[in-house]
């Protein structure tokens, strides 16, 4: 954590990885919101669709930009690591969104705003807890694995 302090290319990196994130959680919390909005689908579901093409944008995303210089790997390796992190950033994801909805729609029912449902407040705030968790996760791994050909310029 550190060098994400000291070292300015690796600071820049974590901001590009941020924003690729925040990108992804638009895709995310979208399809999330659709599939289960119009389709009906549990929380659990609606979320592992999303994150999965969430997935595939920030694989693009960061193989391109934040990374630039970490194509030293074929694709087809570098996504496989990149999807093992991930897989293992949904199985962080999966119980977060499971055990945390229930709460968070009893507070919102409690608080009774009549902005929006309790439903859709707590799956939103369940979610973006979930998304805070994993993102800190695989950028770490991400970036010490699927991404370590990267040179690391000494601050």
């Not at 690729?20 to 009906?40: E, H, P």
Request: charged fraction near 15%; charge should be positive.
């Amino acid at each position: 954590m550190s060098n994400i302090i000291t070292n300015p290319q690796e600071r820049t990196r974590f901001l590009k990885f941020m924003a690729v994130g925040v990108f992804g959680a638009v895709i995310d919390f979208g399809i999330m919101n659709l599939f289960s909005k119009l389709f009906g689908m549990a929380l659990v579901w609606a979320g592992t669709i999303s994150f999965i093409c969430a997935i595939v944008s920030n694989f693009i995303w960061n193989r391109y930009w934040t990374y630039p210089d970490s194509r030293s790997r074929p694709i087809s390796r570098q996504l496989i690591m990149f999807f093992v992190v991930n897989v293992a950033g949904l199985a962080i994801r999966l119980p977060i969104l499971n055990f945390l909805e229930p709460p968070m729609r009893a507070l919102f029912e409690r608080l009774s705003l009549h902005i929006f449902t309790p439903e859709f407040l707590g799956k939103n705030f369940t979610l973006a807890v979930a998304v805070g968790v994993v993102m800190l996760w695989n950028f770490f791994v991400n970036r010490y694995w699927t991404y370590n050909d990267v040179d690391k310029v000494k601050s």
